[in-house]
């Protein structure tokens, strides 16, 4: 029999939960590796950056800490006010929820500090950041994601698959979250008057995204085939329609990314390439924003565990 697959109130917020906590991981990533590789050095463009990881961070701490007042509120089933019991919340510190709930609060608590401080950095500065700079920020950041690739141990549907299965995981959410988290960079680098300097720069990030993309993909399929039984499930399943509508929305997105690539980048020397550009790159934020909440609903309600 299947289980209902419309999300209650304890949920829903979970589900919001795990939208802000990816897209905390992916501003952390993305964004730190988008100003190193891509930054185009204006002041502006690397203060919004660091900015825009500071607010990730912020939402991505905050998120894990609501999630976990909402498993203690939901094994309670008494109301907002059993999300504040204090016994029931220090017995699950002590389960494989507390750690990941720790682990996590520790990488965004270290993204908070280090965006922080870089931010601080950056006003201070006399002259353009030089790239010791973002070779710092990338550092601390990177060791950041390696707390929240961690996490997952602790957590989700994978974390009772076996190891090697665990590092397709990692691998596929880090590629996920340098593609996702470099698209508001790229926007911001965009408003840049260099359109020469522009061009080989998104021409640069077209060629890695063929990497990390890639990456995505062979690891996306890999998680597939052991998470379901046979194709059938993609529409027989809620968990299997729900992957099918992730998979199409990817689809979708590697499209935009494929027309960016073949089309509009090429044609930004004209004033009307670069709007189509932007433009382009508004509807893929979009489209990946559906993709992160279809995510966040596929490991909140649609459990591929509630159909093996």
Known sequence: MEMSTIPNAWETASLLCKFLFYLGAASSLGGALSLLLYGDGRRQSVQRILLYQLIGGLLGFQAVLLNFLVQV?????????GAFDWGMAQILLDTPLGD????????????????????????L?????????????????CLSFGLLLFSFRYGGHVSVLALS??????????????WIGALYPLYEFSNSTDTDRLQIVLKQFGDHAVFFVGALLVAGVILTLNLIHSPAELLTSPYGRTLSIK????AALLGIAAINKLRLVPQLLASKGLQGFRKSLRVEVGVASVLLLVT?????VVDPMNHM
């Open 73 to 81: 509120g939901q094994i309670n089933n008494s109301g907002i006010a």
């Open 100 to 123: 990941l709930s720790l682990y996590r609060l520790a990488a965004f608590a270290l993204i908070i500090a280090t965006s922080a401080a870089m931010l601080r950095q950056s006003h």
């Open 125 to 141: 500065l006399s002259a353009p950041p030089q790239l010791n700079f973002y070779k710092r920020n990338l550092v601390f950041h």
């Open 165 to 178: 299965v665990q590092v397709v995981l990692a691998v596929h959410f880090t590629a996920f979250a340098i």
């Open 247 to 250: 998979l199409l929305l990817v």
């Open 296 to 300: 966040a609903y596929f490991s909140t």
